[in-house]
């Protein structure tokens, strides 16, 4: 299964590299389910591995100018708080609580990705320039948020930083380069709450992180040959799917026992992803007429 794990962590380096986010909200299923590490501490893994994959990711964007540093800083700063403090409150929580939660944010993730448009062409290539005033509460809030939640449950949270960072007038590109600084500082931060109560392997972590670091790589470079939409919609329905397969995993025992005597497992978790995103496909055709 080690070898199964880090194929796994390959593919998901290649969505991140492919989507430029999103794929980190797969880490911590692939670590508990694949690799049979305990919850606790693979929301602490997935945090060490999302943290340095997206900072890899950051200091390309950097060079070619699309991070803006002071929206960064101001989200992150917020971002950071909220993160510490998720960590430190992860102990409280029973580690079933923690992964129907996480489950929850997958489902708000694979929406959140349906519903999404593809920002239309600029007339020329420059980046758009930084909004001149910044609504810093408003930014620090929003980053405490989402924060909060990925110190938490261990998701990166670039589905709902690339949206905030829109609203304060950044284009789409730059939004998704700023928010890799983001998601770094913020999952430096959550780790930082999780030291004192879980204890790491670190040899598995790094040989995850290579991975999805490798992963990144050969990502960016395939980038640009596939829809971004269709990559979009398919990384949705997955995503889904793998919400289903944990709102059952963490079902009673009764519930899991019925549905294994009814061989309705496979059944299930396909429905859920593949009904619930054409259901909400369909209901956005119809709003739109």
Aim: charged share 10%; with cysteine; aromatic share 6%.
């Amino acid at each position: 299964m080690l070898y199964v794990g880090l194929a796994a962590s390959l593919l998901v380096g290649v969505l991140l590299g492919l989507l430029g986010g999103g794929g980190s909200i797969l880490t911590v299923p692939l670590l508990v389910y694949v690799l049979g590490v305990e919850p606790r501490t693979a929301i602490a893994m997935s945090l060490v591995v999302v943290g340095v994959t997206s900072a890899s990711g950051a200091v390309l964007h950097a060079r070619a100018g699309r991070v803006r540093w002071h929206t960064a800083l101001v989200f992150g700063a917020g971002g950071m708080a909220g993160a510490f403090i998720g960590g430190r409150i992860n102990p409280l929580l029973p580690s079933t609580a923690l992964l129907l939660l996480f489950a929850s944010v997958m489902v708000a993730a694979a929406v959140a990705t349906l519903r999404r448009k593809e920002a239309p062409p600029r007339a020329d290539s420059t980046p758009a320039p930084e909004a001149p005033t910044l609504p810093v509460p408003r930014v620090l809030a929003q980053g405490m948020a989402v924060g909060l939640l990925s110190g938490l449950v261990g998701a990166g949270g670039g589905f709902l930083i690339v949206p905030a960072l829109t609203l304060v007038g950044l284009s789409t590109p730059v939004a998704t380069a700023t928010s890799l600084v983001v998601i770094s500082l913020q999952c430096a931060a959550g780790f930082m709450g999780h030291l004192g109560h879980v204890q790491l392997p670190w040899a598995l972590t790094g040989a995850v992180l290579a991975a999805a670091v490798t992963g990144s790589v050969v990502g960016g470079r395939l980038a640009g040959l596939v829809s971004p939409a269709t990559l979009r919609r398919g990384f949705a329905v997955f995503v889904l799917a793998t919400a289903a397969f944990l709102l059952v995993a963490q079902a009673p025992a009764q519930v899991r026992t019925l549905v294994a005597r009814a061989g309705a497992w496979p059944w299930l978790v396909a429905g859920t992803g593949v009904g619930l995103p054409l259901t909400l496909w369909r209901l956005r055709l119809v709003r739109q007429r």
